[in-house]
């Protein structure tokens, strides 16, 4: 979707949003192809222990189609909600296909949930269908009697737990099947978000999302596709970053997704990958990057050669950007969005000069603007809600059943993201923090992020999150939560080293004046850390 152009600013000037008035998912990113190329490769499933199986767009197509005939079999029609709890695998990919094409709404669901996790979701959706294995089969055998909507659950693996068998099943079927013409406002995702604040919100996006993710795609991967690009990413795509990030922007460019799930991520299976599948783009959020990071040596122990490699969700931060050069030979690109509005703003160091530390620049196509309470424009260097002007393709249509929550998402012309940030004169967008996590410590204002990105430099720091613990003096006071790397050894000395690391380079009143050692940070299951949780607990050390 991107224009050619030798510079930023050119490239926002020349870009124009291109939405069809009729347009379907499921036909984009996979009928598309197979028409135009059936044999061209599109899914390659490796398991973990060096098989791997190749499926074509035909194949895709040929699929989703069968599955497309069971849902409708089974009286699946436009606007029925249908769950897929299942990890990366090609069923995976054409449940959501077949899903698309018939017009109803995909649900994509962690495999990594629990019971209660499940039911939330399940019912709160009001699934009619579910698409998963013996272990999520298992776990609905547990909810059902709370789940009165849900009439049949296929499973990829046989029939236990009161399931269908959903290859067999699909045998019956025919691989013909003509997909339901869809409007491309016409609702075909709920995604739920991390649910790092709070409650997850079920978000509403039509087609057309993913055309607007598309320019959010293309730019951080320098200018995605290019001849012989291979994409991976160890996101779940049950989240927005694996599935619209990745999965399906891929295959609209008709590039082929490596399809992986790992038994246990490390970072060392995460080198193995990038050697073996010889993968040319990757999108891994900070966290994994993180655990990539603490790998020694991995150049003299891999042979792998990435084009481009892009990250968020979390703040990227300047270690990891300076990790990755040295890693990779390229400059991580950084996205920042959120499962209502994804991909606003972007790094692309091949048209920009990144500035390490900064999250990005608008994505060409959108209007992103600091805003007060009221949504009006604040100048530069002003810290305020980072407000994105509706409407715009990616935006969600609604929170599913939360008219409320979606009337309070909104403030004048703009987009609330529930973010502070600040933008600078020549249009850099530097993310402060998520609304809570923003600490107040002697009338400073102060983002966890850019403490945490400090810690992470010093060598004995693994992982580390930052928040305001209250105090009657100062309002708060920066206390920061650490894990430690493999190797070093806590003590009350390395506690006052790293306050001292962070107050030389950081400023006086940024440094953390409690240094807590921890086995490990509360994380969703998006890999980002629950501040919330550190603050309760922050809190409950006061009593
Ligand atoms: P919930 O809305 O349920 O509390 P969540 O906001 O974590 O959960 P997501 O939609 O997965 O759910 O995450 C989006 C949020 O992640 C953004 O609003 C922002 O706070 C944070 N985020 C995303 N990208 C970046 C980035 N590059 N730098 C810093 N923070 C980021
Ligand atoms: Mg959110």
Redesign the pocket.
Known sequence: MLPSANTYEELCAKFQWDVPEYYNIGVDVCDKWADRDPDREALIFAEEGGDTTSYSFQDLKDLSNKLANLLSSHGVEKGDRVGILLPQAPETAYSHIAIHKLGAISIPLFTLFGEEALEYRLENSGAKVLITNTAGAAKIAQIKPALPELELILNIDGTDHNSIDLHAAMQAHSTSFAPLKTKADDPAIIIY?????????GALHAHRTLLGHLPGVELPHNFFPQEGDRFWTPADWA???GLIDVLLPSLHHGVPVVACRFKKFTGEAAFQLLQDQQIRNAFIPPTALKMMRQVENPRARWNYKLRSLGS?????GAELIQWGRNTFDLTIS???????CNLV?CTCAEIMEVRPGV?GKPTPGFDVQIIDDAGIPQKAGVMGNIGIRAPAPVMFLEYWKNPQATKNKFTGEFLL???KGVKDEDGWIQ?VG?DDDVITSSGYRIGP?EIEDCLLKHEAVGMAGVVGKPDKLRTEIVKAYVVLRDGAKPSQQLAKELADFVKQRLAAHEYPREVEFVEALPM?T?G?VIRRELRARAVDEEV
């Open positions: 978000t991390s649910g790092t604040t709070g409650q997850p919100k989240w927005i970053g968020g969700g979390e703040a990227l950084e996205f920042y969005g959120q499962t209502e703003v999250t993201t529930g973010d993310f998520r992020g969703t998006t980002k």
